[in-house]
């Protein structure tokens, strides 16, 4: 079975700082996809970033970086110079050939101007 | 391009009612996937289709819950005698299904579902 952990329920950052949001998973398969998709108090699922389980090197967009440790099954976010409309909830996903898509509980991330 | 669009976005009903919630999702995306996210929770996989099939459909939590896609794009989630239980945010997301785990998929903006 697949399962993902977020253990950071909620964390508080200094707007222009960089920020590490943590998932670690768990799979059997050798196969999988990692997702992470923003939540805004709007409501909807906006993805951000995918890291490939036999992708050699972290994936970055824009702002947002995946540090992926396939050894630890470790797929933690990183989003450098936080802004203001970064304060939603995140969440981590894992997605394999065996299974649909498992979310983790996510992290309520806010930014402090 | 439009993405997923989800209607109604709101739907106060009683308990034991039936309801219909629906999907558009992108144009030319062959996957469909429904969810259900209680609150303070991630998504919780519900049922997917690829095309007009449902390909899994083992999230789906008792015979209550029925979804279709009769021509492969709109889907129509439906729940009969919903309970208090059932109350929840449905959300809806499409995706090209180019390939299985470099399958992105695209939310809708969901449908607050409350009974009452």
């Known amino acids: 079975a697949q399962k993902i952990t977020q253990t950071q329920p909620g964390m508080f950052v200094q707007e222009k700082e960089a920020v590490t949001l943590d998932c670690t998973y768990d799979?059997?398969?050798?196969?999988?996809?990692l997702f992470w998709y923003k939540q805004p108090s709007s409501g909807e699922m906006i993805f951000l970033i995918y890291?490939?389980?036999?992708?050699?090197q972290n994936a970055t967009e824009g702002r947002y970086s995946l540090n992926f440790q396939k050894a630890r099954k470790s797929a933690n976010l990183v989003i450098s110079a936080s802004q203001l409309g970064d304060s939603a909830m995140y969440f981590c996903?894992?997605?394999?050939?065996?299974?649909?898509?498992?979310f983790g509980s996510g992290t309520r991330l806010s930014i402090r101007p | 391009g439009a993405g997923v669009s989800q209607t109604p976005s709101n739907k106060v009903t009683e308990k034991g009612k039936y309801v219909e919630l629906r999907c558009d999702p992108i144009?030319?995306?062959?996957?469909l996937y429904w969810y259900r996210q209680s609150l303070g929770q991630g998504p919780e996989f519900l049922i997917y289709?690829?095309?007009?099939?449902?390909?899994?459909d083992s999230g789906l939590p008792n015979d209550r819950f029925f979804a279709v896609r009769p021509e492969g794009s709109v889907s129509t989630l439906k729940i009969q005698r919903t309970e208090r239980g059932d109350s929840a945010v449905y959300l809806c997301?499409?995706?090209?299904?180019?390939?299985?785990?470099?399958?992105?998929?695209?939310f809708g903006p969901g449908t607050r579902l409350t009974v009452l």
């Open positions: 997301a499409s995706s090209l299904r180019k390939g299985v785990v470099t399958d992105t998929q695209y």
């Open positions: 289709f690829q095309g007009t099939g449902a390909a899994d």
């Open positions: 890291q490939g389980s036999y992708d050699e």
């Open positions: 144009s030319g995306h062959t996957a």
């Open positions: 996903a894992v997605y394999s050939s065996a299974s649909k898509i498992i």
């Open positions: 799979t059997s398969d050798q196969s999988y996809g």
